[in-house]
């Protein structure tokens, strides 16, 4: 194997392996396959629970079977080179990295290695990977952070017409509406979207596909492929918690309340007092009040107390920093819903207050 392939382009396809490999116990998973031909550099790694294909476009000498290069070394080797271009080359048992005048050679483990291959895969759909990246930047933050069951994913639930991303860990729950043809249900659990994040911001379009153990995404263009390990746990019904029977409707400012609940502290509970002339937010600690606010606010319906937990709002805010929320409540105990727009909800369960 001979290619010479742009620095930077391969320093970037190397971090993005740097998500997946090295995460497991066995010292092979901590390697990353190469080959070359056709014009291109293919790399594949796994922790077993994502499988990854790369493909980066190079000038391909010789072509040659499949070795076995450690990421951790081979990334610190070519983070570390200025010039723009790589030439990469075998020699013997060692994998030359070259850049200019400075050469690295790293061992390669030549021999069959009890690699996982890439899960057979099934697509059976396309999204515009700009609309699934939205849903991921967007919706994501609400997924349950405990691994193992059915609300550890960002759902992707098509629904015809448009398709619903959805996310929740049981207390907040987000739903986002796009106005994209799709027919079909798929669940990406949360492991993967740091993964995702860089590998859909260069594609224009992912076919997806989903078996009984996995999902699967790829660029249309066979530049990355990716499987993601899902479960049969079935995805609850998120519509079914939306409040419906609104007796309270408050627009805010998005910079008001950003602004307010940044400041709360540790076991510290949002409470907003909401009247028709406006709204009285409090930080409160116990019994005491931390910090106050009196904010302009569009009020109609009944007057209403209800509490939330700071970093559920503050975890909104973090990602939609302006404009106006409305904020529809249906009781002081029941979940409150703050409504960006039609296309986009966000769902919290409120605090017990006393």
Not at 135 to 149: D, N, R
Not at 241 to 248: D, G, H, Q, S
Request: glycine fraction near 8%; hydrophobic fraction near 40%.
């Amino acid at each position: 194997m001979e290619v010479r392939a742009s620095k930077s382009e391969f320093s970037k396809v190397l971090a993005v392996f740097s998500k997946v490999v090295g995460r497991g116990r066995v010292w092979f998973l901590g390697y990353v396959g190469m080959s070359a031909g056709d014009g291109r550099v293919r790399l594949r790694g796994t922790d077993r629970n994502v499988y990854l294909r790369v493909e980066v476009p190079a000038q391909v000498s010789a072509e040659g079977g499949e070795v076995f290069v450690e990421l951790r070394e081979l990334l610190k080797v070519v983070k570390a080179l200025r010039e723009k271009e790589l030439h990469l080359h075998m020699d013997g048992d060692r994998l030359v990295v070259q850049a200019g005048n400075i050469k690295s050679r790293l061992k390669v483990e030549v021999r069959d290695l009890p690699f996982p291959e890439f899960p057979q895969a099934v697509y059976t759909g396309t999204l515009p990977a700009a609309v699934l990246l939205e849903g991921l930047q967007k919706v994501s933050f609400a997924a349950s952070k405990e691994g193992g069951w059915s609300l550890d994913c960002m759902l992707v639930d098509g629904k015809g017409e448009y398709v619903n991303f959805v996310a929740s860990d049981g207390h907040k729950l987000t739903i986002m509406r796009k106005a994209v043809p799709f027919n079909q249900t798929i669940k990406i659990n949360r492991i993967a979207f740091p993964v995702l994040e860089k590998l859909l911001s260069k594609s224009d379009v992912v076919k997806v596909g989903q078996t009984e153990d996995f999902t699967f995404l790829a660029d249309s263009g066979s530049n990355w492929e990716i499987a993601v390990r899902t479960n049969e746990v079935s995805y609850p019904d998120y519509e079914a918690v939306i409040p419906t029977e609104i007796e309270t409707k408050v627009k805010l400012n998005i910079e008001d309340l950003r602004t307010f609940v940044s400041g709360a502290g540790e076991g510290e509970s949002l409470v907003f007092h909401i009247e028709n002339g406006g709204v009285k937010m409090r930080l409160v600690n116990g019994e005491e009040d931390r910090a106050t606010a009196e904010v302009k606010a569009v009020v109609e319906g009944k007057s209403m107390t209800i509490g939330f937990h700071p970093k559920f709002i503050k975890a909104f805010t973090d990602i939609h920093k302006e404009g106006t929320v409305e904020m529809l409540l249906a009781d002081p105990e029941f979940q409150a819903l703050f409504k960006l727009s039609d296309d986009y909800l966000y769902i919290v369960a409120p605090l017990k207050l006393k």
